[in-house]
Each structure stands twice: as C-alpha cells, then as structure tokens.
C-alpha cells in the first residue's frame, strides 16, 4: 500500500509552549490508526495540524505526492475529513443543509444528487426524520453521528477523529462507536485520537503512542497492549486498563 | 398651575412655535438618519478590517482602524464635533448639516465596528473550523456561517447604538444648529424660566416617541431571528 500521508519533523509551537517537538509519521491507504496518549501530550495537535486547523511552526506534511501549503490546503481538504470533539454540526443550518453545504458548494456533486445522498446516509443510521431539524435540537450522539456522516458526504480518502467520543454521554458513546467502525469496515483510512481503550485495540491497524509532542512508541495494538515496549507506555496502561 | 397649562396652550397655538419644533426634530432626524448611515456603512468595514485574517496586506489597514477606533472611542463627543465645526470643516458656506452628519457618523462608526466585531468574534470557533475541514473557502464560511450567526449577537447592541446616536446629535445645537434640542430652548427663551418646562417637556417627548420605536422595531427583528434559531 502507498503512502497517503508523510509528515517530516513536524513541530508546533503555542507562544514557548512546545507541543509538538518533531513527529515523524506515515500512513498508508486503508490503515487504521489509532493516536493514544495522556492528555495534554499533544495527540490532538497532532492530528489538527494534518489538515491545518492548527498551522505548524515547522516540518512538512505530504498528502500523496504533493506538500501541503497554505495555498493548496483548502482544496486538500476536501479529501482529508474530519469530525471533532465537539461535532461542530453549523447551527445556523438544518441537518439537510449541513450535510449538503459544502459537496454543493464544492461542486462535487448536484443539488439534487448531494440531497439524495444526504438522505440514504441519514435512513442508514436512523435519523432520516431529522432532516430538516436544526442541531440545537439534536442529541449529542445524533449531533456527532450526523457530523460523521457530513465528512462522508465529501466521500474523502481519509478520515480524522479527534476524540469524537469524549463529549458524549456514556449511552450515545456505543451508537457513535457502532458507527465508526462501520465507516472503518468500508475501508476507510481513519486516524482517530481516543480515549477509548477497547475501541482502540478492537479499531486499529496500528497504535502511536505520543508523549510530550514526540511518538515513543508504536506498534500492532496486539504489540502495543500485550507487550508494551517503553517504561512510559507499560505505566500508562496500567493506569487506563 | 394655570399658568403651566397656559404655557401648553401658548406653545401648541403659535403656529411659529409648532413651525420651530417641527423643524428642530426634522433637523434631528435627518443628522441622526444620515450618521446612522454612515456609521454602520464605515463601522462594517472597519470591523471587517480588524476581523479579517491577518496577512502582510492587512498590517496596515488593521492599525489604522485600531488607530481610528482608539482616538474617536477615547475623546468626548463635543469635542469632535467641535473639531469638525471649527478645523476640518472651518470653510465658509459649507454646510452645517452635513459636518454635523459627518462627526455623529464617524463617531458612531467606531462603536457600531466594536459591536460588529464583537459578534463576529463570539461566534463559536468551531463553526469556523467545520467548513474550513470541508474545504470551503473563508468567504463562504463568512457568508453562509459566521454573518447569520453573528447577526444575532449584533443586532440589540446595534439597537442600543441608533438610540445612542439620536440622542446625541443634541448636541449639535452647541454648535449653533436649529435641531430639536435647540428649537425647545429657543421657544422657552427671553421669558422666565418657568417658560422653558413646557418646551424642553415636549422635546423630550419627540425624543422618546423615536426612541421608543425603534426600540419596538428592533425587538421584533431580535424575535425574528430567534424562532429562526428555535425551528424544528
């Protein structure tokens, strides 16, 4: 498999704050990754500098061939999707409209084309009869669900999760889960930051282990949780595990 | 007593003191309407300016609304019209209204751009962050997301201002113009002072009928906008 995404010595700095202090990281088409880490050790920056939500102070990131830069970004978004913690679903808009905003816009697809697919993503995880409902409405599992759904309207080539199950509550966390696998055995290229421990070893091709903005350990997760290499990552499992 | 409603009678019977008043508040109306103008025209932009990403081309622009926010925010408002009456536009036969119109507009062109800012800024980082992950383009986001939802935040601050600027521009009657504060003060003068109760009662009576009108018209915008929001 190839390389979709090459990132060389990325580092990010907040003020002096350093988060990311030189991450080397490759992933190949159809990996599933899982970012694992204690928090505050800059696991999220991480995945929000690959799209550029955070700009990076240094380093280069490649998607495919071609080094993103400020000037080509935005249009290398439309292959890199992502959902967030806090789903981000637009308020102003209804479901309809969040989901087919921007593939319309884009001018990937029709109006009527976008509309259709919107609605057999939205029968196929429950929620076709909150097509016209504004988020504020939504439940926070229907809220994340339908903002999975929003970055599978792109159709991208991969997918980033930052953490998009911590800001639900326990019952929604399975119904958000559920889904994602789903979206993981369509054999999608997915790096997600989680917290969730049994997900992550069910999930992933591989784990990274990042500690104080640098990767100190990665592996299968059958590796990575049976036989941790590094003092650091045997401590943080047996804290979460 | 009697002599309070004889005042009434007196001022709503002599066809100059009506005339007067009627041409001080058409005088008050069209200052505060032309500087209302000009004060949200000049205030989206600059606030426009002081919200836009920052890049090499926007250094320069940013401070000068930074400047222009700072120095009309930071000195009375008399003292601007005073500038504006007797240096910038000290030129013989210029129009009286149309400097005055000029400082209530780029006075409250400072403020509207803060109010303007400030709901920009408060809406949500997130919303900013959902299209810029779908790939659309900052003025899309602008357009489509940030301006709705700002709007929101804007418009009862933007309430407040218009009455602020309308009850202001009294203060052109400092500088010698016939507005509704000073045809009140011209009727009652060169009597007693009893004789300017009656006047300054009325005139203050024009001012809250405005006033409390476009209180109502911008509560009905405000409730607008919410059952926009509450819709299911």
Known sequence: MEDIIRIKDLKKQFGKNKVLKGIDFDLKTGERVVVLGPSGSGKSTFLRCINRMEEPTSGEIYFGNTLITDKNIQKMRQDIGMVFQHFNLISNLTVMENLTLAPVKLKLMNGETAEKKARGLLRHIDLLDKAESFPASLSGGQKQRIAIIRAMMMEPKVLLFDEPT???????????????????????????VTHEMSFAKEIATRVVFIDEGKIIEEGTPEEFFAHPKTPRVKEFLEKVL | MDNFFEKIVELFTTPEYIESLLHGFLLTLQISFFAIIIGLILGTVIALVDTAQKSRWMII???????????????????????????????????????????????????????????????????????????????????????????????????NEIITVIKETAIASMVGLYDLNMAAKDIGSGQNMASYIVPMFVAALFYLAVVYLITFVIKRIEKKLRESDSRV
Do not use: H, W
């Not at chain 2, 930071?74 to 003292?79: E, F, R, V």
């Open chain 1, 166 to 192: 911590s800001a639900l509550d326990p019952e929604s966390i399975g119904d958000v889960l559920d889904l994602i696998r789903e979206v993981a055995d369509g054999g999608m290229t997915i790096m997600i």
């Open chain 2, 61 to 159: 622009p940013k401070f000068i609304c930074k400047v222009y926010t700072t120095i009309i925010r930071g000195t009375p408002m008399a003292l601007q019209l005073f500038i504006m009456f007797f240096v910038i536009f000290a030129i013989r036969g210029f129009p009286q209204i149309i400097t005055a119109i000029l400082a209530f507009g780029f006075n409250s062109a400072a403020y509207v751009a803060e109010v303007i800012r400030s709901g920009i800024q408060s809406v949500d980082s997130g919303q900013t962050e959902a299209g810029l992950a779908l790939g659309l383009s900052r003025f899309t986001i602008f357009r489509k997301i940030v301006a709705p939802q700002a709007i929101k935040n804007i418009i009862p601050a933007l309430g």
